[in-house]
């Protein structure tokens, strides 16, 4: 089924001018200033770095117990790995045309 070509001409008229719109909306936004955005970056510096000093202190104030170690539960564990048998090498340049 195809358009009559003042309906198609319609159709184009009414899209070009939606997008004209969408493009005048998104592009007339407010866009902040240099300035306060150099004074925003400044103040989250300062907030990031209280807050990288809080969790340095919470770090500092964690203690390990060395008890798991010698605990019975650990060394009642069994080392089930495999040994790996080591194949031998294929050709220096696997490219290389067969002599």
Excluded: C, H
Excluded at 10 to 15: E, G, K, P, Q
Excluded at 46 to 54: C, D, H, M, N, Q
Excluded at 61 to 83: A, C, K, R, Y
């Amino acid at each position: 089924m195809t358009l009559p070509k003042k309906t198609k001409s319609i159709v184009i008229v009414v899209a070009v001018i939606v997008v004209a719109i969408v493009g005048w909306m998104y592009f007339s936004k407010d866009k902040p200033e240099t300035t306060g955005d150099l004074l925003s970056e400044q103040q989250s510096d300062s907030v990031i770095g209280k807050e990288l000093l809080a969790t340095l202190q919470t770090i500092r104030n964690i203690n390990l117990d060395g008890s798991i170690f010698s605990s019975s539960i650990l060394s009642s564990l069994e080392d089930n790995s495999v040994v790996i048998v080591e194949e031998p090498v294929g050709r220096p340049n696997p490219f290389a045309p067969f002599p």
